[in-house]
């Protein structure tokens, strides 16, 4: 009897114990969980080529549907003059710029370290110009990660997005020094991209629109859904004199009437199949494209072109071109066979520009 009184003692101390060990592991497990939903989380850089990439605000001139606008009272005569540009070069096709002129696209994540990027004069400006270095710092303290590539061609783009910071950066003319730096001729930065309506600030950026590459490129992802959902930057020979918004500057020079400023919005007639026409996957995406949110006269080049995504990076990291695949073998040169050019529409000029 004894040892029984004994244990029954004994019990109710027993028991506390237990129940202080069950509230202890309770509390633990809930710190966890509470310390993995609340913590940041750090987006991995994706493993398949394609983004994730900047999304403007709701309202930015990239998104914004064209489909009604109304056209400029000259649209058929500068339509035309646009379709005379695609048809006197290159056996007629506008190309995809997707290679050596493409927009190089890299992300930064918060381990890419940060440095600033010098300035090369190509240009031979007189002195190194304002904001680069003093006040906002275009080219101070950029996170370029190592595997970074400019465009192979001449203009030597290279776009760094940082989503953590939501800044983008766009360079001209870039290149890594032996010793691991970099300089660049020109570009700019936007900040707060998310709420960004889109250009940079006159006279920075790379195209000479004053409009980012990396808000009108078809993208890798574009591409590999077949859905394009923004305005597309269109590259032309002769552009006029002036500028159209959403550009805020410009580099054209022709004094053709029937000549548009860069800047200029055109849309595919949105009465047009696009389904009856000859044209590539990619093709047809563009021209649906074309359909709703219009083409952007972005820049001058040697031929009219539309800007797509370079693939440097992701050459880099596996050796091949996600391009090959995905336009199933057709180059660039002729993803835009078959696009209908004379039955483009041009819009009236300075259309979304807010007054007041």
């Known amino acids: 009897m004894a040892g029984s009184e004994t244990a029954a003692a004994r019990s109710p101390d027993w028991r506390r114990w237990l129940a202080g060990v069950l509230a202890l592991l309770l509390t633990v497990a809930v710190g966890v969980?509470?310390?993995?939903?609340t913590r940041p989380v750090e987006e991995p850089i994706p493993t398949v080529p394609g983004g994730p990439y900047p999304r403007f605000a709701a309202e930015s001139v990239f998104y914004a549907d064209v489909s009604s606008a109304p056209l400029d009272a000259r649209s058929a005569d500068k339509a035309r003059n646009l379709a005379r540009q695609v048809a006197d070069r290159y056996n007629g096709v506008a190309a995809l710029n997707?290679?050596?002129?493409?927009?190089?696209?890299?992300?930064a994540d918060s381990q890419t370290p940060r440095a600033d990027v010098s300035f090369h004069n190509c240009q031979r400006k007189p002195a190194t110009p304002p904001r680069l270095f003093d006040g906002p710092g275009y080219f101070k303290d950029v996170p370029i990660p190592e595997d970074a590539r400019p465009a192979e061609g001449s203009d030597a783009h290279l776009a760094v997005w940082d989503p953590a910071g939501d800044t983008l950066w766009e360079f001209w003319q870039a290149k890594r020094r032996d010793d691991g730096s970099w300089q660049a001729c020109w570009?700019?930065?936007?900040?707060?991209?998310?709420?960004?309506?889109?250009?940079?600030?006159a006279p920075y950026g790379v195209a000479a629109?004053?409009?980012?590459?990396?808000?009108?490129?078809?993208?890798?992802?574009?591409?590999?859904?077949?859905?394009?959902?923004?305005?597309?930057?269109?590259?032309?020979p002769d552009p006029a004199r002036g500028h159209s918004y959403p550009a805020n500057r410009s580099d054209g020079n022709s004094a053709n009437p029937s000549s548009v400023p860069e800047g200029t919005r055109l849309?595919?007639?949105?009465?047009v199949d696009v389904d009856s026409l000859s044209l590539s996957p990619l093709g047809a995406a563009i021209a649906r494209a074309a359909q709703k949110y219009g083409f952007i006269v972005t820049d001058r080049g040697g031929a009219v072109a539309v800007m797509a995504e370079g693939a440097e990076v992701w050459k880099g990291r596996t050796g091949q071109n996600p391009w090959t695949d995905l336009m199933g073998g057709v180059p660039?040169?002729?993803?835009?066979?078959?696009?209908?050019?004379?039955r483009l529409q041009v819009i009236q000029r300075d259309w979304g520009k807010r007054t007041g």
């Open 187 to 201: 570009g700019g930065r936007i900040d707060d991209v998310s709420r960004s309506n889109g250009p940079f600030r």
């Open 267 to 271: 849309r595919l007639d949105p009465s």
């Open 98 to 107: 997707s290679s050596k002129f493409a927009a190089s696209f890299v992300r």
């Open 33 to 37: 969980a509470v310390w993995r939903t």
């Open 332 to 342: 660039g040169y002729g993803q835009l066979k078959g696009f209908p050019w004379e």
């Open 209 to 236: 629109s004053g409009l980012p590459h990396t808000g009108y490129m078809v993208t890798l992802d574009d591409a590999r859904s077949g859905r394009i959902e923004h305005a597309l930057g269109l590259v032309i």
